[in-house]
């Protein structure tokens, strides 16, 4: 199975912020990555498909980038909405294993 | 627009078989790529399987090789997820998802539906 590890595990930021959040794939997955936004108590919203395609309504503050093994999601200047827990999913080949999580914390 | 419905939370005991079911609308279900995944309470995301229906192939997480089923039925535009011989640490939020492009990443999501495992 395919392993995804995202960094850090916990990230302290404020608001205007830039930040950016890692996610390596075990193998190479080409550009079949997608991202998560979480908030307690709420399913996931899709943000980012493909690697760097941004889903339909996501601010365009959100980007991500990468290709092969090595992925970033950057929030270019962040937002009082945005704190949340944000997580990468592999889709190259299943298991479509997503990673650990990522907890943006206000500083 | 995509909506999915899940059954209600479910109590069971451990060793017992639980059924959820995901009732969607909106869309064309039959090439829908939907899943099931699920979120221990605190914990993070865990892929458990899928299904695009007009394949009739479900996919599995190794780890859920048989213990679970996935099915469809387009009649309907249902799926179910069935997991046996529960054990305390599948209790958790059960999400069916889906993308209405055959591609296995999820834009609309179901509720989620609470499995409590308990004796």
């Known amino acids: 199975d395919i392993q995804m590890t995202q960094s850090p595990s916990t990230l302290s930021a404020s608001v205007g912020d830039r930040v950016t959040i890692t996610c390596r794939a075990s193998q190479n997955i080409n550009n079949w990555l997608a991202w998560y936004q979480q908030k307690p108590g709420k399913a996931p919203k899709l943000l980012i498909y493909?690697?760097?395609s941004l889903q339909s309504g996501v601010p365009s503050r959100f980007s991500g980038s990468g290709s092969g093994t090595e992925f970033t999601l950057t929030i270019s200047s962040l937002q009082p909405d945005d704190f949340a827990t944000y997580y990468c999913q592999q889709y190259d080949s299943y298991s479509y294993s997503f990673g650990q999580g990522t907890k943006l914390e206000i500083k | 627009q995509v909506l999915l419905v899940q059954s209600g939370a479910e109590v069971k005991k451990p060793g017992s078989s639980v059924q959820v079911s995901c009732k969607t609308s909106?869309?064309?279900?039959?090439?829908?790529?939907l899943s099931w995944v699920r979120q221990a309470p605190g914990q993070g995301l865990e892929w458990v399987g899928g299904?695009?229906?007009?394949?009739?192939?479900?996919v599995y997480a190794h780890k859920f090789q048989g213990r679970v089923t996935i099915t469809a039925d387009e009649s309907t535009s249902t799926a179910y997820m069935e997991m046996t011989s529960l054990r305390s640490e599948d209790a958790a939020l059960y999400y069916c998802?889906?993308?209405?492009?055959?591609?296995?990443?999820?834009?609309?999501w179901g509720q989620g539906t609470l499995v409590t495992v308990s004796s």
């Open positions: 909106g869309g064309t279900f039959g090439t829908f790529a």
């Open positions: 299904i695009i229906p007009v394949t009739e192939t479900p």
């Open positions: 493909q690697a760097s």
């Open positions: 998802a889906v993308s209405d492009n055959s591609a296995w990443y999820y834009d609309f």
